[in-house]
């Protein structure tokens, strides 16, 4: 299966209330990037943890990994409607003629109402 | 970190006709890519483009069917060639980032839809 699988698939919640994702991944990193993506729309960068960092915050995200494990989530605190979108997380290949690539997980469509 | 013009952002198309896509950047890059993401899925990788020398593409993509140029190390097009509804997705390109901790950026998309 794919590099990079995310659960759940899709995620319904109240604003104010807190969205966590999971993504796993199969091969060694060197850091893994999460993404959203508005209404099939360009990617937006959010936030990357490398394979050394435990855990990052940035404003209202926070990003754990766990390389033993192979896995990475993010969490939303105090999710607004406008959070809403696709969210991705995604890994660089590190080396050889595939350097840069990125591999995506399938995603986790997050709804917020209102 | 580097800005991306993606042109057409959508566009709807007859079937055996190709559309070439424009990705200029506002800055130097070496490595720019070509992704596909077709509808309710991720992002699959077509292509590497490197700035003179030919794109690598992935398995499952071949340069009759997806035509690249990178002429410069600002700007790529991608050709969708003899198109079947099949080809129906959004199209996007993205640069590497340079030096520190930012993510990759991307261009705002082509939605092509094939009839």
């Known amino acids: 299966s794919q590099q990079g699988e995310e659960d759940p698939q899709a995620l319904s919640i109240q604003e104010g209330e807190n969205a966590t994702m999971n993504c796993s991944y199969k091969?060694?990193?060197?850091?893994l990037q999460w993404y959203r993506q508005n209404s099939g729309r360009g990617l937006v960068h959010l936030i990357l943890i490398r394979s050394n960092e435990r855990e990052k915050h940035s404003g209202r995200l926070r990003v754990t990994l766990d390389t033993s494990k192979k896995s990475s989530s993010l969490l939303i605190t105090a999710s607004r409607a406008a959070d809403t979108a696709s969210y991705f997380c995604a890994t660089p290949t590190t080396g050889g003629t595939s350097y840069g690539k990125l591999t995506f997980g399938q995603g986790t469509i997050l709804t917020v109402h209102p | 970190s580097a800005v991306i013009s993606q042109k057409p952002s959508r566009d709807i198309c007859q079937r055996g006709t190709s559309l070439t896509i424009q990705c200029q950047v506002d800055s130097q890059v070496t490595m720019m890519f070509w992704y596909r993401q077709q509808p309710g899925q991720s992002l699959t990788l077509i292509a590497t483009?490197?700035?003179?020398?030919?794109?690598?593409?992935e398995s499952g993509f071949v340069i009759d069917k997806f035509p690249i140029s990178r002429p410069n190390l600002t700007f790529s097009t991608l050709t969708v060639s003899n198109m079947s509804p099949e080809d129906s997705s959004i199209y996007l390109c993205s640069v590497i980032p340079g030096q520190g901790s930012y993510g990759y950026t991307f261009g705002s998309g082509t939605r092509l839809t094939v009839v």
């Open positions: 091969t060694s990193i060197n850091n």
């Open positions: 483009a490197n700035q003179g020398s030919e794109a690598t593409y």
